[in-house]
């Protein structure tokens, strides 16, 4: 049997699924869809369940293409999943009007309902009556009050389940098809079944600072800062472990007397390939747990109010913010956060912009170039030229990225226009299993879903540049070796091949192909270089740095960091927006704009200096 | 007169909603149909998002050239609000 999950935004829904089915979720693998809805299985002594959690409604009218999802399912129109045999639907006690209208609106798809209702609790709490057998007799179907958060009430609701109490709702009678009309009749079961306790006075209090104009924006600074602190600073000592753990198993795989070829694949290819894949996860987990909790705690509603105003300057919307603001650490874990906004065009949007804030991975590339070819001068006798640099090229990938989603809002997403309208949710505390639920089913899905595309374009790109294998034993060092390896590869023939087309940016062969070989991992640019001069390094006993500064002008320094600036130089960035975006139709779009911009970029900059 | 005129702390009454379609039917499936009486709790700075306190709950909302609402205001006791 197959049972929709269905609510208003809002209501627990989340949780209820999460408590109800753990473990056993998994994310539906349906085709052509633009989102992902989580499937759960429920299993009792006489039948399987399964559960799927659809994305949030108010009416059988769709506003947004994730609406739209749950409405063509609802209504067995949708191509790929099809009508479920029943409706679950998630009610909120303190609030129900929005939930009965619609209820108003379900009751006329003909389809078994039964009916959740959240936060009993609170209702009770604040001194307040919910009668749900009044409900019961309103509706027509079974109604099971649940306390999400702490599981009370979810095993009757399992067995509810499995024990076919599903019934088919009364039809409201209801004058006239308005919402006013629907509006009235909901008020009117309302004051049926629902005493209002005390308003909420903390919540009140606790509005007036969160979202004070002066106390409220510190206050969303002091999270942000935290926020990004945890995902830059705190992940990295788990990565740098994941590194050295990664490189110990190279090291012993390199020990290993077997075919040459062989042991690079397993250590140059398969390894760092899982290690570039496993590296993200101290991300992705902290950034995560980190999103749940400032969605479940009502945090983030509020959140989005205070910088909706600046975000609409560019077309995006307060909760944008989150995304954005991740992709300054890593954009893997930032696209995934992109879930919190509900509608799939403000998504998309905002997933296009997140490549150009400059993440970690730059870091080294602008480091060895600014430190190889910027002066060291001062700007006034205060200012680090270099620095000035480094926090231009930050000011420089915000601002493009921000101005490509207003570009892409003025045009290609013209006409649908919602305006900032958000619900205000009750502070509350998350529940521990739904938080952990969450977080290691989004961690998985990572893993099976963007980890899978990232190690197989790992591969690839060993074999372009670690084959053909070229013969060690004849080579004076290992630095020597490894600098042939290099310069004999596929990856250096193609480099050569296509470096007319960066010859206008004064790339020359070598700087091409640590660019190419820089896909993994923008960071990868410095290793390359390292192994192609690793040879000038040896004899002259300088560091990289001072060598390529014998190499390379300043105008070429520039060229590359502003070509690192824009590029989308990072198959794992595009594995991860084809996860979230359902299509390769978009990394393909993005990879497009950014290495336009890219290349103008550094012919300009290239031409300018020169 | 419209939303943006009623200010903080003051109570009003929906009379119409104008604008984009959708957005129109958005802020009437949130509970701001016709004849709502409201308060407006907090206007954010730089004609930012208003809140707005209803019997059934708060929400934010930005009005725009998309989205346009006509309001009437209401003198209310404070015992009679929500």
Known sequence: ?????????????????????????????????????????????????????????????????????????????????????????????????KCLVLFSHLAQLGLPLMVVVTMVDSVKLSGGVFDDITLFHELGVNIYPVVGRKGLGVTEVRMALSNGAWKLPKVPEIEGTSLEDRFAWSRAVVAKVLISGSADVLRTRIDGVVLHPVWGTLLFLGVMAFFFQAIFSWAQPMMDGIDTFIA?????????????????????????????????????????????????????????????????????????????????????????????????????????????????????????????????????????????????????????????????????????????????????????????????????????????????????????????????SSAASAVEADRVQIEQSYAAAIGKAIQPVFAPLGFDWRITLGVLSSFTARETFVSSMGQIYAADVQESDVPLRNVLRSQYPLAVGLSILAFYVYALQCISTIAIMRRETGSWKWPSIAFAITFTLAYLASLTVYIIAS | MNLESIPVGEFCRILDIQGDVLAVRRTKELGLVHGVVCRVIRKAPFHGPIELAMTLGNIGIRTSEELRIEVEPVQLQRSEAA
Not at chain 1, 14 to 40: A, H, I
Not at chain 1, 345 to 358: E, G, N, S
């Open chain 1, 248 to 472: 110990s198993m190279q090291e012993a795989v390199e020990h290993q007397s077997i075919n040459p070829t062989l042991r690079s694949f397993l250590s140059k290819g398969l390894l760092s390939g899982v290690g570039s894949v496993v590296v993200f996860l101290p991300q992705i987990l902290l950034l995560n747990l980190l999103v749940v909790l400032l969605e479940e705690s009502g945090y983030l509603a509020r959140a989005a109010f205070l910088v909706d105003r600046a975000m609409g300057l560019f077309g995006l919307q307060g909760r944008s913010f989150i995304p954005l603001l991740g992709s300054f650490a890593c954009a893997i874990p930032g696209i995934m956060s992109a879930r919190i906004i509900p509608s799939y065009r403000d998504r998309l949007v905002t997933i296009m912009a997140t490549p150009l804030m400059t993440c970690s991975a730059r870091l080294p590339v602008y480091a060895l170039i600014i430190s190889a070819l910027i002066p060291a001068g001062t700007i006034g006798g205060v200012f680090s030229l270099q620095a000035a640099v480094m926090a231009g090229l930050y000011a420089l990938g915000a601002i493009s990225g921000l101005l490509i989603a207003l570009v892409l809002k003025k045009t290609m997403f013209k006409g649908a226009v919602i305006p900032f309208l958000i619900e205000f949710p009750p502070y509350r505390a998350p529940s521990l299993k739904s938080l952990w639920v969450t977080v290691y089913g989004r961690t998985k899905d990572f893993l099976t879903t963007a980890g899978t595309v990232i190690l197989g374009f790992s591969i690839a790109l060993w074999i372009l540049t670690e084959l053909p294998q070229t013969d060690r």
């Open chain 1, 1 to 97: 049997m197959r049972i929709a999950l269905v609510g208003t935004p809002n209501v627990g829904k989340s949780t209820l699924f999460n408590e109800l089915t753990g473990l056993s979720q998994k994310v539906g693998n349906f085709p052509g869809v633009t989102v992902d809805p989580l499937v759960g299985s429920i299993s009792s002594d006489n039948q399987q369940l399964e559960l799927i959690d659809l994305p949030g409604i108010y009416s059988l009218d769709a506003v947004s293409e994730d609406e739209q999802l749950t409405i063509d399912v609802l209504t067995g129109r949708h191509k790929a999943i099809s009508r479920p045999d029943a409706v679950l639907l998630v009610m909120n006690a303190q609030n129900p009007e």
